[in-house]
């Protein structure tokens, strides 16, 4: 039962046995995501089908909006699938968010001279952990060999994660921007540093870890609603299903699904339904009838050769919550 993920530099190895070797426990977690960033910072041009579907889901959004003074976009690393000159001709303020800060520096630099003082960085962990010693306890356990301490570990955040700090950016928002963004919270770190076990051991923790992923991802929404002006907008997609063939294995998915280019969305829809084992860990949140949704947009994000997402797309304003 293989269910580590590999290291970001793809060199078949797990990222403790590899780029995090050497990596300060308290650091692992951002170390992981910038290489994540690094990997994929040359694929702004092959991503550009990806980017024009966020650009046409914000294109959308604006009919919406009263106003156009500030936008966020949250995790937006490297921005290869962000239209950041779209964003930069319709709002006053952009403020781009990611716990990398070289990443954001990548993302600025595309952007022409006269455009530069309408954006801002916020280096902020979307997940609220990062500030805590919990990321620190999960390396030094696996790094130990310790499976059942990295069992307690999860339980306890599992139990905790609702006392655990949110994360906190202090402003509204006209428009609250989040591309592929859930997914990525916590479950590719883990899983990347999941210590040897047990088959029944790593049962349990893969079932913990799609449970803390899930309630992680329904802060997120809180966190979304809550950046948003009560006349603003949410763009919102999230990569719903993978299709994966590298090494002539195809993963579940596509089992299921031999060619993706036929999906349209009511076959999306029944997948959601009937499929639920096969939908990606913190993809989609019960929270999302925290917002009225009047847009969906299906697409096929072509990650590389071999490795493609089904996204979908969501423009959403919030709802008004009873105190």
């Given at each position: 039962?293989?269910?580590?993920?590999l290291?970001?530099c793809?060199?078949?190895?797990?990222y403790?046995d590899?780029?995090?070797?050497?990596?300060?426990?308290e650091?692992s977690?951002?170390h992981?995501?910038?290489l994540?960033?690094?990997?994929?910072?040359g694929?702004y041009?092959?991503w550009?089908?990806?980017?024009e579907?966020?650009?046409?889901l914000?294109?959308?959004?604006?009919?919406?909006?009263?106003k156009?003074?500030r936008?966020?976009v949250?995790g937006a690393?490297?921005c290869?699938d962000?239209p950041?000159?779209?964003?930069?001709?319709?709002f006053q303020?952009?403020?781009?968010?990611?716990?990398?800060?070289?990443?954001?520096?990548?993302?600025?630099?595309?952007?022409?001279?006269?455009?530069?003082?309408k954006f801002?960085t916020?280096?902020?962990?979307?997940?609220?952990?990062?500030e805590?010693?919990?990321f620190?306890?999960?390396?030094e356990?696996?790094?130990?060999?310790?499976y059942?301490r990295?069992?307690?570990?999860?339980r306890?955040?599992?139990?905790?994660?609702?006392?655990?700090?949110?994360?906190?950016?202090?402003?509204?928002?006209?428009?609250?921007?989040?591309?592929?963004?859930?997914t990525?919270?916590?479950s590719p770190?883990i899983?990347s540093?999941l210590?040897?076990?047990?088959?029944m051991?790593?049962?349990?923790?893969?079932?913990?870890?799609?449970?803390i992923s899930?309630?992680?991802?329904d802060?997120?929404?809180?966190?979304l609603h809550?950046?948003?002006?009560?006349?603003?907008?949410?763009?919102?997609?999230s990569?719903i299903?993978e299709?994966?063939?590298?090494?002539?294995?195809?993963?579940?998915?596509?089992?299921?699904?031999?060619?993706?280019?036929n999906?349209?969305s009511d076959?999306?829809?029944?997948?959601?339904?009937?499929?639920?084992?096969?939908?990606?860990?913190?993809?989609?949140?019960?929270?999302?009838k925290m917002?009225?949704?009047?847009?969906i947009?299906?697409?096929l994000?072509?990650?590389?050769?071999?490795?493609?997402y089904?996204?979908r797309?969501f423009?959403?304003y919030?709802k008004?919550?009873?105190?």
């Open positions: 039962m293989k269910i580590s993920f290291c970001p793809l060199s078949r190895k797990t403790l590899c780029c995090g070797r050497e990596i300060d426990p650091y977690y951002v992981y995501l910038s994540i960033n690094q990997n994929t910072a694929c041009d092959a550009s089908h990806h980017r579907a966020v650009k046409k914000i294109s959308e959004s604006l009919h919406y909006l009263k156009r003074d936008c966020i949250l690393g490297n290869n962000i950041l000159e779209y964003l930069g001709e319709n303020q952009v403020h781009l968010a990611d716990i990398d800060r070289q990443s954001l520096l990548r993302a600025l630099s595309r952007l022409p001279d006269n455009m530069n003082k801002q916020l280096y902020i962990d979307l997940t609220g952990l990062n805590t010693e919990i620190k306890d999960f390396v356990a696996s790094r130990q060999r310790y059942k990295f069992l307690s570990s999860l306890k955040l599992r139990a905790n994660l609702l006392d655990f700090p949110f994360p906190k950016i202090g402003q509204n928002y006209d428009l609250v921007v989040s591309v592929c963004v859930t990525q919270l916590f770190f899983f540093i210590p040897h076990s047990p088959k051991a790593l049962n349990k923790m893969t079932t913990i870890i799609r449970e899930n309630l992680l991802v802060r997120y929404f809180v966190l809550d950046l948003t002006f009560p006349d603003g907008c949410v763009v919102l997609a990569d299903f299709w994966n063939t590298e090494g002539n294995k195809a993963n579940e998915f596509a089992k299921v699904i031999r060619n993706p280019y999906l349209n076959m999306i829809n029944n997948l959601l339904n009937f499929k639920q084992h096969l939908v990606t860990m913190g993809s989609l949140s019960v929270n999302l917002f009225e949704c009047p847009y947009l299906d697409w994000w072509e990650f590389k050769k071999d490795k493609m089904i996204v797309g423009v959403l919030p008004r919550l009873a105190c």
